[in-house]
């Protein structure tokens, strides 16, 4: 993808590749390469691309930033509009989401916001996602549970309580299935642009179905794809292999007519009356997504506790990012920058909420700039006073079939926190969490703090080798849970812990607390050296139970499916197990992991014959499924391990 481009609706960018002759098709991939590196001119609000002598592709965005008509790509040479030129530029485009796709009921200030907030779950770090994050996400989602008079959940026929989906849901969910089966069958390798359009076309038919918590996936698979394929420094294999799993098990029980609404998912999020509204600011985050997207969240809490979040994310990915650490806030009367909304506060009448805690700026929306309060007084003492694992526990819930946008929301509402450092391992910091007589919880999970962005452009790194390099600081600290890791979490902020010594001094007007993303730690902001005490309770590096846990040998092959395609999970079944792999689990005890490895890769190696006696291509719809039965035991097995992490090591008595 090149970030310059505007992102192109699905169905643009499907019906470009759909109506290339098989010629062209052939080329299709390495014409989207070269095309990508290609400088764009920008005159106006066109777009134009050089496509040798005698072609130039003129792209024109409509107002939501994005491509999301055939007619407003167009090419000068004389097989347009089915050219190769086209196709390919458009391929080198971002996937929109769908939230960025003009709606008649939306209105242009909960559509910017809705889009401005999607792309925060496409954040992208160097090493990290924002999940989850999703996605993720990849920043935040705050929402009140159970809300009943925000947007309310429907079921598959459009009216709350239905009871399954419809027979058109039905036949999109299949197609959408098998466009998933064959992709997952070829691999990163052969996934190209060809069964890339396949899999945005089923998306787009899933979207006309009502299926949108499939089309969401769908396109997030499509993004890893490309990620995978041109080896970008933000793609992880982990999260395209959980996109595919979401995607299969979720296209899989809709084409078996599941009842459950939550599969179906929701559309646009519209915006609900909040009425008079007190909200004080708590830190920024910058946002770089794979869209192209970039931008910063500003959080903030009610006085009742509840988070909420105003979003300035647009076209521009991370230079984007950087410039909007001190835009201005556009909510009432524009005089507050987002720098000084996180460390103040605003009074708003006519407040308008999303049901996942985004702040609508509406015309009728006022506020006004009031005093913050420092992150130990008022609703954020209350975060800080928590356990730490109490919080844990209540976010690592769920299945590997629940809706995961309700868990998402729950992963990313930030965590608050006491901590003691005492050592490093790697990019990671270990720590202690310190008790409520400030002194370290020596019979607690040993914390893992790692950074939440590695983007060059942002401070994250830079300040995690400050805090590194002094062992017994004590730090207040705001985060995520990072629920695919063992005992982890990546701060967002941090603070000085009250009545310590060994703590940070920040300049004044930061207020009390450092965003990690922007306020880059100096040497003037931390104790001396003399003033830190000693670490304890830490006798070398630790064991990552998760890493060293036997399932490693099921999450390769899961993986091996997904980078290699069929053809290298069926290696293992073709040599014997060699390794030992499937062994090795029966003697840990994993009986049920060893099962599903056989399963997958017998189907794998799977060969059926015509009457010819000709080998026919493999059934790719046996082998989806099962690789999807390990995929599933193994995220609902992680995430188990996962939790175990958190709690107390067991009394050897």
Not at 220 to 237: E, P, Q, Y
Not at 524 to 531: C, E, I, K, V
Not at 567 to 587: Q, T, Y
Request: hydrophobic share 40%.
């Amino acid at each position: 993808m090149n970030a310059e481009l505007p992102p192109v609706a699905p169905e643009v960018v499907a019906t470009a590749v759909e109506s290339l002759t098989s010629r062209l098709r052939k080329k299709l991939d390495a014409a989207i390469e070269s095309y990508a590196a290609v400088p764009v001119t920008a005159d106006g609000g066109v777009l134009r691309i050089r496509c040798g002598e005698d072609a130039e592709v003129t792209l024109t965005p409509g107002p939501s930033g994005a491509v999301t008509d055939a007619g407003q790509a167009v090419c000068s040479c004389l097989l347009a509009p089915r050219c190769l030129h086209r196709a390919a530029v458009l391929g080198a485009c971002p996937v929109a989401d769908a939230e960025a796709m003009p709606a008649p009921e939306a209105t242009d200030d909960a559509e910017t916001a809705t889009v401005a907030h999607d792309v925060e779950g496409d954040a992208v770090s160097a090493g990290e996602p924002a999940s989850k994050a999703r996605e993720n996400s990849s920043a935040t989602k705050a929402a009140t549970p159970g809300a009943t008079d925000s947007a309310e959940r429907t079921g598959p026929t459009g009216a709350a309580g239905a009871t399954g989906p419809t027979k058109a849901q039905v036949t999109a969910a299949t197609g959408l299935w098998t466009a998933t089966a064959a992709v997952l069958a070829a691999g990163v390798p052969a996934a190209g642009a060809v069964p890339q359009a396949e899999l945005l076309r089923a998306a787009h038919t899933a979207r006309l179905a009502g299926l949108h918590r499939a089309e969401a996936a769908a396109l997030r698979v499509v993004r890893g794809l490309r990620g995978a394929r041109a080896r970008h420094d933000g793609h992880r294999l982990a999260d395209l292999v959980a996109s595919l799993r979401e995607l299969l098990l979720t296209t899989g029980l809709l084409a078996a007519a599941d009842p459950d609404p939550g599969l179906v998912g929701t559309a646009r999020r519209g915006y609900r009356p909040g009425g008079g509204l007190r909200v004080h600011g708590v830190f920024r985050e910058p946002v770089i997504a794979a869209t192209g997207y970039g931008g910063v969240v500003t959080h903030v809490v009610s006085d009742d506790g509840r988070w909420f979040s105003l979003a300035d994310v647009k076209p521009g990915g991370p230079a984007r990012a950087r410039g909007a650490a001190t835009a201005t806030v556009a909510l009432g009367s524009g005089s507050l920058n987002h720098a000084q909304l996180a460390r103040g506060g605003l009074l708003i009448t006519g407040a308008t909420l999303s049901p996942d805690g985004r702040l609508g700026s509406g015309k009728s929306v006022r506020a006004t700039p009031v005093t913050g309060l420092p992150w130990t007084a008022g609703p954020l003492a209350a975060l800080f006073a928590r356990p730490l694992a109490e919080a844990v526990a209540e976010r690592l819930t769920g299945s590997p079939g629940a809706d995961p946008e309700r868990g998402e929301q729950a992963l990313r509402e930030p965590i608050g926190c006491d901590v003691v450092l005492v050592g490093a391992a790697g990019d990671q910091l270990l720590a202690r969490e310190l008790g409520p007589a400030g002194q370290p919880v020596v019979d607690g999970p040993l914390v893992r703090l790692a950074p939440a962005n590695g983007h060059p452009d942002l401070a994250h790194t830079a300040n995690f080798r400050q805090l590194a390099s002094r062992p017994g600081l004590r730090l207040r600290v705001i985060g995520r849970l990072d629920a695919d890791r063992a005992a982890t979490l990546r701060p967002l902020a941090v603070g000085p812990v009250s009545d310590a010594e060994a703590t940070l001094r920040l300049p004044t007007d930061w207020q009390g607390h450092a965003d990690l993303g922007y306020d880059r730690l100096q040497g003037t902001h931390f104790p001396p050296p003399d003033a830190l005490p000693a670490p304890t309770g830490l006798d070398g590096v630790p064991v990552d139970p998760l890493a060293e846990a036997p399932l490693w040998r099921l999450r390769r092959l899961v993986e091996v499916a997904v980078s290699g395609g069929r053809r290298a999970v069926a290696e293992p079944a073709r040599d014997g197990d060699r390794g030992g792999g499937r062994a090795a689990l029966r003697r840990s005890g994993f009986q049920a992991a060893a099962d599903l490895a056989t399963t997958l890769t017998a189907e794998a190696d799977r060969r059926t014959r015509d009457v010819f006696g000709r080998i026919d291509e493999p059934d790719p719809d046996r082998y989806a499924r099962a690789w999807l039965a390990a995929a599933v035991y193994l995220s609902a097995t992680e995430r188990a391990l996962v939790r175990a992490t958190w709690q107390p090591p067991a009394s050897d008595t």
